[in-house]
């Protein structure tokens, strides 16, 4: 899931503390592993682990710098959200899965967007652009593996969930299942392929407002959303579009139907979001 965007914050500012050198912080940032009895990618249970004392620590900055992005057409936020410069060897070794198709960081197809070009227009023309998560927060690479290469959405859905419950951000990923009627979706099954998803987008989104046309532009949250935890629906429906973009539109609602979409407390208050 393109997830809540204090989140992504937050988690930048682990990065940052980090300096891109996973293992040495005081945060306990952890590597992914490559399994190399079949060739395919393993991401470990601990990827994110001690990204929750950064969140605790930078709370309230956090807080203060989301406040004020809407004043400043987020140009504070972008400095947390994307990864800044070029892949290079180094950090394909972080994630070695990122810099081969379909996301091939490194460029070496020529095909990889600059982040203006994605502010104007995140799909490719032949539509989703998996090539849009080598600009995104590293503590999203593990999800994209999941969602985009293993087409395990399972697995992203226990990558999302882990990230939900260590950051403290329930309620805004709750907030999005339920006002994006995800809930209610039974298209999307669990061998539900990336095409398939982008002909569900297709119709649920179509025309020149559509997912097609929408540009890499995250919600900022209001200071009533911040004191709330939650997204609006219009949040909540520009997510979506972010979603079919990037190709994780069926994945989230894997994540949704098999966490929050059950649980009572949120299915009480989200009622009215149910039917």
Known sequence: MLTALLLLAVLQLCRSECNGKCGTSSYGCANSSCDSTDGSYA?????????????????????????????????????FLFVSGPWDEARCAQAPWMCTAPFDCLNNSGRLETMQELKKKLAKPTG????????????QWPAGLQCIVNQDLQGYAAIMRQCSIEYHYESYDASYCF????????????????????????EQFPGPQGWRSVALDFPVPSSSSIASGTWTIADAHQIELLACATGSY??????????????????????????
């Open 43 to 79: 991401v470990g249970a601990t990827y994110a682990e001690g990204y929750a004392a950064a969140f605790l620590q930078h709370h309230h900055e956090l807080l203060k710098r989301s406040s004020n992005a809407s004043k400043d057409n987020s140009e504070v936020l972008d400095r």
């Open 128 to 139: 989703i652009n998996p090539q849009s998560w080598c600009h995104a927060n590293p503590t």
């Open 179 to 202: 006002l994006s009627e995800h809930c209610q979706n039974d298209q999307v099954a669990l061998n539900t392929s990336i095409r398939e998803a982008e002909a569900m987008c297709d």
């Open 250 to 275: 069926h994945c989230d609602i894997i994540y949704c139907r098999e966490t929050y979409c059950q649980m009572d407390f949120y299915k009480e208050k989200y009622k009215d979001f149910a039917l």
